[in-house]
């Protein structure tokens, strides 16, 4: 593998006071590139309640680093669970007049937002490479993804819609609307700043809910970014709150156990997903839970292999591995498995480790040092149960928290790394003789977020689309994640959906009036 030179080391931002914060966040940015100081001081370091941006209650501060370099980029507000509920407390008095806003004016906003946000993608991809390590490049993919959810859902603010009819009986009319749920509560993941920002905001903006949103403790900027966005076209005062902390669960329980709050949505581990449906069960609130996965990528003797390796490719090592749609076991057929790894290894060889930010990388750091600990762990434990080391397997001997990308074949049934999430630029690969066989493989999990089948054998592929386990898969394509598509899962992996038409009705509770003749 490539090394890159080593990485040049970002200016630190400095703290200021709320009034400067405040002050600034008010500031338009040129649609021009900015040094990344600049972008760095351009982000409101300050909790954005009620149409203002805030202090902490306690005037406590957390510090985001870079996770290629280990410096810090920037010192911000710690909410305190009082900082929660004002946050909570300006959506729940803004809930009535957003709900009765027109949706076509809903949609505007949403639409202002994503015109506002291609302006500035340049500024949100260098910040997301910034605050989470992925390369420029797959930032910038980023953007153009998450961006969708604000224009897609500006469009579906308009159709929202019920249905009239005569009941059976004859006796009288049957009217079905939908109304907004209500406040909501959003707490997004680390790994996708913006893109799990606007698949939550957005539908729930379209739908008439107001939203209290807690962004990771590790890739809060992004999301501050985002509310910044929303400032500068209009959105009502109250309407989008954020709220970073250190202390996600001190915080957070307050606002869910709050009667107030009717909508719970999270991205993240399904243990603490777990726990957060035991909280809102006290007051019975509409969940959504979009929690881990262990997909499996299934390669079929008759598949085509510069199909497959591509699919491979993009499936495992996009976002460095931490994605919950990343690949995590290989099940290939025995007959191409061999060729398979090959093409692979040859492929992950040619990989450039380094600094997002640098020109021609491809694999950047992990969120952080435990990240590469777990990562190794699952190797090791892998290799010592058997498993071959074609390339990799080590911790990156360049500084920050790097782990080589990394392939492995013959991985023994009871390897950990076919149970967990790996979460990181690690490829395992077991084999299987007969179709039943690759079906049991992948289905023995807990989990079931996505799958990956190549196959040139269209009923093969057909049944694999009844036959797993997942609520979503990819037939001979490796990325699968779109706007306008139901994105969730079955068993461990979930509740509900986000994106496509189904998307809005998370955000939604269904009336029935009957009108008698």
Same mark, same amino acid.
Not at 108 to 116: G, T, V
Not at 414 to 437: K, M
């Given at each position: 593998?490539?090394?890159?030179a080593?990485?040049?080391?970002?200016?630190?931002?400095?703290?200021k006071?709320?009034?400067?914060?405040?002050?600034?966040?008010?500031?338009?940015?040129?649609?021009?590139?900015?040094?990344?100081s600049?972008l760095?001081d351009?982000?409101?370091?300050?909790?954005?309640?009620?149409?203002?941006?805030v202090?902490?209650?306690?005037?406590a501060?957390?510090?985001?680093?870079?996770?290629?370099?280990?410096?810090?980029?920037?010192?911000?507000?710690?909410?305190?669970?009082?900082?929660?509920l004002?946050?909570l407390?300006?959506?729940?008095?803004?809930a009535d007049?957003?709900?009765a806003?027109?949706?076509?004016?809903?949609?505007? !906003?949403?639409?202002?937002?994503?015109?506002?946000?291609q302006?500035?993608?340049?500024q949100?991809?260098?910040?997301? @490479?910034l605050?989470?390590?992925?390369?420029?490049?797959?930032a910038?993919?980023?953007?153009?993804?998450?961006?969708?959810?604000?224009?897609?859902?500006?469009?579906?603010?308009?159709?929202?819609?019920?249905?009239?009819?005569?009941?059976?009986?004859?006796t009288?009319?049957?009217?079905?609307s939908?109304?907004?749920?209500g406040p909501? !509560?959003?707490? @997004?993941p680390w790994?996708?700043?913006?893109?799990?920002?606007?698949r939550?905001?957005?539908?729930?903006?379209?739908?008439?809910?107001?939203?209290?949103?807690?962004?990771?403790?590790?890739?809060?900027?992004?999301?501050?970014?985002?509310?910044?966005?929303?400032?500068?076209?209009?959105?009502?005062?109250?309407?989008?709150?954020v709220?970073?902390?250190?202390?996600?669960?001190?915080?957070?329980?307050?606002?869910?156990?709050?009667?107030?709050?009717?909508?719970?949505?999270?991205?993240g581990?399904?243990?603490?997903?777990?726990?957060?449906?035991?909280?809102?069960?006290?007051?019975?609130?509409?969940?959504?839970?979009?929690?881990?996965?262990?997909?499996?990528?299934?390669?079929?003797?008759?598949?085509d292999?510069?199909?497959?390796?591509e699919?491979?490719?993009?499936?495992?090592?996009?976002?460095?591995?931490?994605?919950?749609?990343?690949?995590?076991?290989?099940?290939?057929?025995?007959?191409?498995?061999?060729?398979?790894?090959h093409?692979?290894?040859?492929?992950?060889?040619?990989?450039?480790i380094?600094?997002?930010?640098?020109?021609?990388?491809?694999?950047?750091?992990?969120?952080n040092?435990?990240?590469?600990?777990?990562?190794?762990?699952?190797?090791?434990?892998?290799?010592?149960?058997?498993?071959?080391?074609?390339?990799?397997?080590?911790?990156?001997?360049?500084?920050?928290?790097?782990?080589?990308?990394?392939?492995?074949?013959?991985?023994?049934?009871?390897?950990?790394?076919?149970?967990?999430?790996?979460?990181?630029?690690?490829?395992?690969?077991?084999?299987?003789?007969?179709e039943?066989e690759?079906?049991?493989?992948?289905?023995?999990?807990? !989990?079931?977020l996505?799958?990956?089948?190549?196959?040139?054998?269209?009923?093969?592929?057909?049944?694999?689309?009844?036959?797993?386990?997942?609520?979503?898969?990819?037939?001979?394509?490796?990325?699968?994640?779109?706007?306008?598509?139901?994105?969730?899962?079955?068993?461990?992996?979930?509740?509900?959906?986000?994106?496509?038409?189904?998307?809005?009705?998370?955000?939604?509770s269904?009336?029935?009036?009957?009108?008698p003749?």
């Amino acid at each position: 593998m490539t090394l890159t030179a080593e990485p040049s080391t970002p200016e630190s931002s400095l703290s200021k006071s709320a009034a400067d914060e405040a002050a600034l966040s008010k500031s338009s940015l040129s649609k021009s590139s900015l040094t990344e100081s600049a972008l760095l001081d351009s982000v409101p370091g300050l909790l954005y309640i009620g149409g203002e941006w805030v202090a902490s209650e306690s005037k406590a501060t957390l510090t985001v680093s870079e996770p290629a370099t280990g410096e810090v980029l920037k010192h911000i507000a710690d909410a305190s669970p009082t900082d929660g509920l004002r946050a909570l407390d300006a959506a729940a008095a803004s809930a009535d007049e957003w709900a009765a806003t027109a949706p076509r004016m809903r949609g505007e !906003y949403l639409r202002s937002a994503f015109d506002l946000l291609q302006q500035r993608k340049d500024q949100f991809a260098l910040l997301m @490479t910034l605050e989470m390590g992925k390369p420029l490049s797959e930032a910038a993919g980023e953007v153009a993804y998450g961006s969708e959810f604000l224009r897609w859902f500006s469009e579906e603010a308009v159709r929202i819609s019920g249905r009239y009819g005569q009941n059976p009986e004859g006796t009288g009319q049957i009217v079905v609307s939908q109304r907004p749920v209500g406040p909501s !509560y959003l707490i @997004t993941p680390w790994n996708f700043p913006l893109a799990m920002a606007t698949r939550k905001i957005a539908p729930a903006l379209a739908a008439g809910c107001t939203v209290v949103v807690k962004p990771a403790e590790l890739t809060p900027l992004t999301t501050l970014f985002v509310a910044k966005l929303f400032e500068e076209v209009g959105l009502p005062a109250g309407v989008l709150n954020v709220i970073t902390t250190s202390r996600a669960s001190d915080v957070s329980a307050p606002i869910i156990a709050d009667p107030r709050l009717r909508k719970l949505s999270f991205t993240g581990s399904t243990s603490v997903g777990k726990v957060l449906i035991k909280q809102a069960a006290s007051n019975v609130l509409r969940t959504s839970m979009e929690l881990g996965g262990n997909a499996p990528f299934i390669v079929f003797g008759d598949a085509d292999l510069d199909k497959a390796v591509e699919g491979a490719l993009a499936a495992k090592f996009r976002n460095i591995g931490q994605a919950c749609t990343a690949a995590n076991r290989f099940i290939v057929h025995s007959s191409v498995a061999a060729e398979f790894g090959h093409r692979l290894t040859d492929r992950v060889n040619g990989f450039v480790i380094g600094r997002g930010t640098e020109t021609g990388v491809t694999i950047g750091p992990l969120i952080n040092d435990r990240a590469v600990d777990k990562a190794d762990d699952l190797v090791q434990d892998a290799i010592a149960r058997g498993a071959n080391l074609l390339t990799g397997g080590h911790r990156s001997l360049r500084a920050g928290s790097f782990y080589e990308p990394t392939v492995i074949t013959n991985v023994q049934p009871e390897s950990t790394i076919l149970r967990e999430e790996i979460f990181g630029p690690v490829l395992s690969i077991v084999e299987f003789d007969n179709e039943d066989e690759a079906v049991a493989m992948a289905n023995d999990t807990e !989990y079931g977020l996505v799958s990956y089948v190549f196959t040139e054998n269209l009923a093969r592929g057909q049944r694999m689309i009844e036959k797993l386990d997942t609520g979503m898969m990819g037939l001979n394509v490796g990325v699968i994640s779109n706007a306008a598509a139901p994105f969730g899962g079955v068993k461990q992996s979930g509740l509900g959906r986000e994106g496509g038409a189904e998307g809005i009705h998370e955000y939604l509770s269904t009336k029935y009036t009957l009108i008698p003749n």
